[in-house]
Structures are given as structure tokens and as C-alpha cells.
């Protein structure tokens, strides 16, 4: 099979111009139309004896080629794609050429690639650190999380409703006078001031007292998930119940011993240790994006619109999965926070193409410096799955393998390992915040080691 590459002047486009031996794709035609012949009926002819020339009569010969050709034609294609070494990133254009009886089958590919990647300064990068050390907010932010864990509701007699009270209520709702669905509930347990409810009708429940009935009046926000209560003002019948006071306790030995330890001094380093972890983490990965979106400001690159949409429709696929494991279709996750999928799509657009940028970037490093995966690298992921699935190796490799996976799986592990092989080549520079609290350390250190001499 002869293959010819012409790259043609619209950006990232390409022209692939193939060859197929006769005698190849007369061997399709002859399997076609033997499977033609299986299925006619035609009067004195034996099934599956029938001669070309009269399936050629009855079909026609036209019809005949075209069946071998669009069964022939998905193969051809892939070993053009594997011989140019094209990568495409979209459905290609497919014009036939030459088609004749006893002459080579010749087509046309037009297609999308992958954009080349010119890349900017790599090596060195300098990027910083975030800290890694707990501020006394995020410390007494935890604590306050906690109290509120255990707080306790009391009730309260002898004043009106305040922002911060629970309070049981009974509520009727009505639009245009008549009621509608979940408009109405009785003795719902309501924090004011959370804003469970629409805006306007929590802020009308402060100074009511035990045992009032009122009557309020509210709008549904323009973009509301129902369309039929979007924008429409709805009137509420209120009867509240019972007001209950939240009393948070203090932070002592014993509020610490509640919590599971035995002193105060034990929860809050208990605290900080957790804190500390999750802002190492959070910080290994700020420093992988950061060096990643560096790199990608300082390279030249001209993306193709099909390559953002692809990534947006990946994105709305991930946003679909996340949904089902909370028991939802996408559609009444959308209906639920009032967009559609073409708001995602504008919303996302930049997102996406910073995205694809990144990881075209990263792929064109990978190349530049041969970083590749061995097969170990790729079955030790496999183990990761087969173990998270609670299956057998080579089943779940067998798996990867009949989905075609496996390409995809090293690609992603490429990627993963060249922005490793990054991150070990940039210059990291600490925080402020970081100097700061390790000079405080090694201050206690010296501190510490002049009372013990």
C-alpha cells in the first residue's frame, strides 16, 4: 500500500493520498460477493452459486463495490494512519478517487493532527512552593468545625427568631394561588440564615415567635431549576413551631476529651499534623501545575478547535459519571442547578483549552528528552486496577487489551512521568510563609537545645 503526505494550508490539516493494490482489494470484492450469493434467492441458481455477472444485474456492480469498500476501507485507513505515522484528532474526510475493476483503489484522507509544539525554555523552570504550614485561621477554623459537630440545640421561649436559630415551621406555598409540588412541609427543621431556602424567605422568619403565624411573599430566581416556578412570585403560609438556640461548647480538656483526646494542646497538634498533610499535598500539585502552565506560556502552539471540544465533551462524560454515583442522570443534575449543556460548554471552553494545551506541551517534552514507560510500569497500573476491582491480573489486562486501552494507559503514564522528570528539573522557591515558619522552628530548636544544657 502506497501512502503520499501532503500537508495542505489550513492549520494542522493534512492530506493523506493512498494506494491500494489491485489485486488487494480484489480479494474484498470477491468475499463480497460471495456473501451476496449466500444471501439471494434467484430461480435456477443454486444459494451461493450465483455468477457475478448476474449479481452484478440484480445489485448492480456499483452497489457491490461500495459494500466491499465500506467494509475494506476502516483497515486501510488505520494502516495509512500507521505508515505516515499521522496522529489524528478528529473524523477524517474521505473522497474516493479511483474505484475500477482490476485497478488500484485510490482515496483521499483529509485530516486533523495533532498541532507541532514549539517548545519555549524547559529546563529550570521557576515556580514557588506553596506553605505547607497551618495558619492559626485554618486551625481555629477546623476547631469551630468541630464545636459546630457538636453543638447542641436548646429551646428557646422567651424571644422572637434570630439569624443563626433553628425553627420548626410548618409551610404552604402557592403560585398564581394554586400550590405546587414540594411547596409545601410540616415540621421542617430550617437554620435562618443558611440559605436552604430561595432568596427572601428565610430573612422573613427573624422576629416571628413561637406559636405566630405569618405570610410571606417571595420570587423565584430567573434561572431556578423548575421552569415553571422560574421567575414567579410565590406566596408562603409560615406557622413556626418551636425556636431552638445553637450553644457551642468551649474549647477545654474536656471538650477535647469529647472529641477523642486528652488535652486541648493533643487536639490542636492533632490538627495541625492533618492540615499540614493535606497542604503537602495540595502544594506537590500546585507545583506540577504551575511548572506545567510555564512551560505552555512559554511554547507556540496553534490548537485545533476539534481537539477543545473533544476535551469538553470528556469533561461533560467525567461530570455524568460523578452524577450517576450520586444516583442522578446528567439531565436532572443540570435541571437541578438550573444549566444546560451548552452553558458547561461556554463556561468550560477556557478550561478545556488550557487543559489540552498542557497536555500537548507535556507530550512534546516527553519526545524531546525520549521519555518513555517500560511494559513493568504499564502492568504494575494494571495491578492497581485489578487489585481496586478485586480481580485477577491477566483478566482485567485481557480487558485493557481487547478495548485497546492499554495505548491509552501508557500515554497517561507518559504524561504523569514527564511531569515528574519536570518537577525534579525546576527551580522550587519557598513561600514566604514557608521561610518564615521554618526559621520560627529552627529558633524553638536553638531554644530548646540552650534548657537542656
Known amino acids: 500500500m502506497k501512502v503520499e503526505v501532503q500537508k495542505l494550508e489550513e492549520k494542522n490539516t493534512i492530506l493523506l493520498k493512498v494506494e491500494v493494490p489491485a489485486d488487494r482489494f480484489s480479494e474484498v470484492l470477491d468475499k463480497t460477493y460471495k456473501k451476496i450469493a449466500n444471501q439471494l434467492v434467484i430461480p435456477g441458481f443454486r444459494k451461493g ?5 448476474v449479481i452484478d444485474s440484480r445489485v448492480g456492480k456499483r452497489s457491490v463495490q461500495e459494500e466491499a469498500l ?8 488505520i ?63 477546623q476547631i469551630e468545625s468541630l464545636r459546630e459537630s457538636f453543638a447542641t440545640l436548646e429551646l428557646v421561649e422567651d424571644r422572637a427568631a434570630n439569624d443563626g436559630d433553628f425553627v420548626l415551621i410548618d409551610f404552604e406555598g402557592f403560585v398564581d394561588g394554586k400550590p405546587f409540588e414540594g411547596g409545601s412541609a410540616n415540621d421542617y427543621l430550617l437554620e435562618i440564615g443558611s440559605e436552604t431556602f430561595i432568596p427572601g424567605f428565610e430573612e422573613q422568619l427573624v422576629g416571628m415567635k413561637k406559636g405566630e403565624a405569618k405570610e410571606i411573599t417571595v420570587t423565584f430566581p430567573d434561572d431556578y431549576g423548575s ?69 505552555a506560556d512559554s511554547s507556540e502552539l496553534d490548537i485545533p478547535e476539534v481537539m477543545i471540544e473533544n476535551e469538553i465533551d470528556d469533561m461533560i462524560d467525567d461530570l455524568a459519571r460523578d452524577a ?7 439531565d436532572q443534575y443540570l435541571n437541578l442547578v438550573g444549566k ?13 483549552r488550557n487543559r489540552v494545551r498542557g497536555r500537548l506541551v507535556v507530550e512534546a517534552v516527553a519526545k524531546a528528552e525520549n521519555i518513555e514507560v517500560t511494559p513493568e510500569e504499564v502492568d504494575n497500573e494494571v495491578k492497581k486496577a485489578a487489585e481496586a476491582a478485586g480481580r485477577d491480573f491477566e483478566e482485567v489486562k485481557q480487558i485493557f487489551t481487547m478495548r ?50
Not at 246 to 267: M, P, R, S
Not at 404 to 412: A, F, P
Open 324 to 330: 450517576r454515583r450520586q444516583g442522578m442522570e446528567l
Open 49 to 53: 452459486r450465483i455468477p457475478k455477472p
Open 227 to 295: 421552569e415553571e416556578l422560574a421567575g414567579k412570585e410565590a406566596k408562603f403560609k409560615i406557622s413556626l413551631k418551636e425556636i431552638k438556640e445553637k450553644k457551642l461548647q468551649e474549647v477545654d480538656d474536656d471538650f477535647a476529651k469529647q472529641v477523642g483526646f486528652d488535652t486541648v494542646d493533643e487536639l490542636q497538634s492533632d490538627i495541625k499534623e492533618k492540615i499540614r498533610e493535606v497542604k503537602k499535598k495540595l502544594a506537590e500539585s500546585s507545583i506540577k501545575s504551575a511548572v506545567v502552565e510555564k512551560i
Open 79 to 141: 494502516e495509512a494512519l500507521q505508515d505516515s505515522k499521522v496522529e489524528p484528532v478528529d473524523q477524517p474526510k474521505i473522497d474516493i478517487v479511483q474505484m475500477e475493476e482490476g485497478k488500484p483503489l485510490k482515496f483521499t484522507a483529509t485530516v486533523v493532527v495533532t498541532p507541532e509544539v514549539k517548545l519555549g525554555e524547559y529546563k529550570g523552570v521557576e515556580v514557588e512552593k506553596l506553605s505547607t504550614e497551618p495558619t492559626d485561621e485554618e486551625i481555629s477554623h
Open 70 to 77: 465500506q467494509s475494506a476501507l476502516p483497515q486501510y485507513y
Open 404 to 453: 485497546g486501552s492499554l495505548g491509552e494507559l501508557k500515554k497517561r503514564l507518559i504524561i504523569s512521568k514527564t511531569i515528574d522528570w519536570l518537577v525534579e528539573h525546576a527551580k522550587i522557591k519557598e513561600s514566604s510563609n514557608e521561610k518564615a515558619s521554618s526559621k520560627q522552628e529552627e529558633k524553638e530548636k536553638i531554644q530548646g537545645d540552650k534548657g537542656t544544657e
Open 340 to 352: 444546560t449543556k451548552e452553558d458547561l460548554k461556554n463556561e468550560w471552553r477556557d478550561r478545556a
